[in-house]
């Protein structure tokens, strides 16, 4: 019994006895495996906050390692930059800052230091708290011309992309740009672009047309003909591709006007403006050419003006007309033909009065009267007066404001009225760059026009206008006798 209780108990503990360590074992694989687990997850999480950490690590020496690269670049351009730059550097894991703050004597900026500090700060905002980057502070320096610097204060940022291990080029902030003379190393002025009051009043000229051209409103004449004068205390806004000038109070309803250099480039120092805008703006002359203008006062008359004409136009011959306001005003249809069919119009007065004996206010009504006449017959302003009698002097220029166009040939045909004397007065004085004196007024002076066109085209001239002889180079406050005789009215 015993041993059947025993061999039961036996047999139950042989049959116990596997079941024990069957059992201990599923703990000991329970365990081990969560050991396993346990040791994967400690090192596995371990490995992985090394992981991120060495990632870290490795960006920040990536970032610190091509940071040097770059830097040194800069250096290099910086140190080619003319500007012998102070750099100052503030420098972290994440961001390093370098601002280069230029020591040149001259510097057309007020306050140069807080105008870098002000876009640096303004750069590292727009950084993202987890970016490095690299911001480079600096002044660049262009020369625009021989006598022109063209300063801008920009600062760059570099934003370091650890997946592609390089650096990306994040938009550029700029500052205006200043431009300086330099000479002076100052910004440039309207007194540095202008150089004299004659080219101010050269541009004068130029607003009025403009802002004619610009309108529909017929009394706009009378309104830009009292338009007050600009002057170097006008407001001007300069670039080096336009200009814009605050008018004076006028009834014109413009109070600031833009112009660009092509349409002023007689009237200005080109090195204060960029080339590109004057290119072609005046007209040249040929050096290996020969030139003369023809140049007809007193008309128009309904008797000869438009026979002269019809010469012209059968010889192709360009010619200018200094047109007595008068008769302009009893002849429009003649004026606008001149004017249609390519001549230049020009200013003869009024009256045909000579101007330095008159008053301010006569020598204004005879000049503005015309200016009137003749913009009505043609849509043009003149901008060229002969004075009657080729009379000036400094008073009647100052009022008149006007190139006075004089001549170095005079046919004497008023004298003369004489068709063969005419010519030959004509073809034995003239010479290369003459203005030559005639008046279409004289039938005799039409009538010896053919001969005189066919002669000297035959000695070689070419005949233009007088603005394409003087290059349109012309200003007030000086009078031209012929090219290279130009002289200030005294
Ligand atoms: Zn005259």
Redesign the pocket.
Known sequence: MNKSTYEPSRSRRRNSQPQKPNQSNKGKNLFTLLSILFVLGVFGGGYWIFTIKNNEVMATEHFADNAKVLLADIQEERDQSGLANKKTIDSSDQLKVVVYTPQKANLPFEDLEKDLQTITEKNKEQTKKDEMAVIVSKVTLRHLTDQMDRYQIISERYRWNEAKREFIKEETLEDSPLYASQQTGKMITAKDLIPSEADLLGIQQVIQQKILDQSDDKTMIDKVLALPAISFDSEFTYSPEKLTVVLPKNDTGVDKITLDYKEIAAFINTEFVDPSTIEGALPTLDPNKKYAALTF??GPNPATTPKLLDILKEKNVKATF?M?GENVTANKEIAKRIHEEGHEVGS?TYT?TPLPGLSQEQIQTEVRKTDKAIFEATGVLPQNI?A??GAVDVKTARITAKPFIEWSVDSAD?QTKNTESIKRQVLSQTYNGTLILM?DIHPETVDAVPAIIDGLQKEGYELVTVDTLLSSRQKPLHQYFGVGDERVVD
């Open positions: 006062d007193d200094f007595i003869h045909h002969r009657p009698y008023w008046h």
